[in-house]
């Protein structure tokens, strides 16, 4: 079973930035995707970034510019560099990983951007 740890969560100013780290307890394989959710109190979990399983990137329009995920394969890790960060980014932020039916979520990073 694939297990997900995050880091890299913490207190941030509006306009700082933040970098969060998720490493996979397994190599990632071809074919699977990877990537961030978050949740902010009260509402739904939604869709950050990821890698699609064909290798290229998606973003979630309200971070399109100031986020970017990027990943080290030989340390199964996969990265948010946050910037340009805002109030409305605050949320815990989620590592998922999905492979043809399996589905794994790690237990997430609380980030808060406020002054």
Same mark, same amino acid.
């Given at each position: 079973q694939v297990q997900l740890v995050e880091s890299g969560g913490g207190l941030v100013?509006? &306009?700082? +930035? @933040? !970098?969060? +780290?998720? *490493?996979?307890s397994t190599r990632m394989f071809g074919g699977s995707r990877m990537g961030w959710y978050r949740q902010?109190?009260?509402? =739904? !979990? =939604?869709? *950050?970034? !990821? %890698? #699609?399983s064909g290798g290229? #990137?998606? %973003?979630?329009? +309200?971070?399109k510019g100031r986020f970017t995920i990027s990943r080290d394969n030989a340390k199964n890790t996969v990265y948010l560099q946050?910037? +340009? @960060?805002r109030? =409305?980014?605050?949320?815990v932020y989620y590592c998922n990983y999905v492979l043809g &039916? @399996? =589905? *794994?979520w790690g237990q997430g990073t609380p980030v808060t951007v406020s002054s």
């Open positions: 100013q509006p &306009g700082g +930035s @933040l !970098r969060l +780290s998720c *490493v996979a902010a109190p009260g509402k =739904e !979990r =939604e869709f *950050v970034a !990821r %890698y #699609t290229s #990137t998606n %973003y979630a329009d +309200s971070v946050m910037n +340009s @960060l109030p =409305e980014d605050t949320a &039916g @399996l =589905e *794994v």
